[in-house]
Structures are given as C-alpha cells and as structure tokens.
C-alpha cells in the first residue's frame, strides 16, 4: 500500500515538518485539537506560547535523537492546505513491545474546523508516503474502535485489522518502496 492507493493528494496539500521555529499559526491550530482527540495525545492545547516553544525544541529532539531510554525516535508533521496548517501526524520510526501492544507507528488528527473535508485520508497517504521512504515494511495503526471515521480512513488506506481488544481497533498496512502521494 502506498499514499497514492489511498486517493489522489491534491497538490495544494503537503506535509511539513516539526521545526523549533514553527509560529503562531501552528499553536493556533493545535488549540483547535483536543488534548485527547480520539486517542490521539495533543499536549499543546491548553499550553500557552511560552510553553508550546519549549516543547517543539523537545519535539523536535525526538526527531533527531534526543530521546529518553524508552523512547523511539518519532517526526512529528503538520498537514497543510496551501498555507494553512490543517492536521497534526506523527511517524514513529520503530515500535517497542509497549508501542505494539498498545499504540502504533502513525497517529494523526485534523484541527476540529477542517473535519469532514477528506484530510484524514490525506495526512494518512502522505504520512504513508514518509513511513515508506524510512524503509518501514508496514505500519501499525490503532484507532478507538468506537471512532467510526478513522477506522474507515484506516481501512481506506490499505488497513488491514489484525485484533481488536474491544475497545480499540489495530491495523497493519503493508508499504511499498518509493511512495508518492
């Protein structure tokens, strides 16, 4: 499976990574994606800008490296529509047991405005594309099994449910090399 099996990626769509520069319109937008978003853990809302820089320097450390022993080396990204920041993604680079029982290498969430609008299937394509060019074989994807939308996004993208535990869902998607949205 590849980004481009999940649906054409308009070209005005893209990620872009973490920075510890990013501005004010990501804070924004992370304040419009709950601190819990079906799962999907958003520390920054609620956080005020001092706060939010700090933790982009710390987020942007566990893209490079900076990592405490329990730790995976994870990229964080920000879905954008042409100039508007959208959707949060992140990509872990590898699972440890904790992460595989529990969690999975791609969470995402789109900011509350902007739901309904087709990025989820999106910023999951595009999010696919970067786990195929880290050499990920596969992915891992939970998702609460009560949230319908996302685990239609899932299964749209090539997910295929491999257990359950009744209160989450667990997908694998089998990468491709060389992906383009």
Not at 93 to 110: K, M, P, Q, T, W
């Amino acid at each position: 499976m590849t980004g481009e099996q999940c649906g054409a990626v308009a070209a005005r769509l893209h990620l872009r990574p973490l920075s510890p520069d990013d501005g004010r319109e990501i804070y924004d937008m992370l304040q419009q994606i709950a601190s819990n978003d079906n799962g999907f853990h958003n520390p920054v809302c609620g956080m005020s800008v001092g706060e939010y820089g700090e933790w982009l320097r710390r987020e942007y450390g566990y893209d490079t490296g900076d990592l405490e022993d329990w730790m995976v080396p994870q990229s964080s990204y920000w879905l954008y529509d042409g100039d508007q920041p959208v959707g949060y993604g992140r990509l872990r680079h590898r699972l440890n047991a904790a992460l595989e029982a529990h969690s999975g290498h791609i969470g995402y969430a789109i900011a509350q405005p902007y739901r309904g609008r087709g990025y989820g299937n999106a910023i999951l394509a595009l999010l696919l594309n970067e786990a195929a060019r880290l050499g990920l074989k596969w992915v891992q994807i939970g998702a609460n099994a009560d949230n319908a939308r996302s685990n239609r996004v899932i299964r749209h993208c090539g997910g295929e449910l491999i257990r359950t535990d009744g209160s989450k869902n667990f997908y694998r998607i089998t990468l491709k090399r060389g992906a383009q949205a």
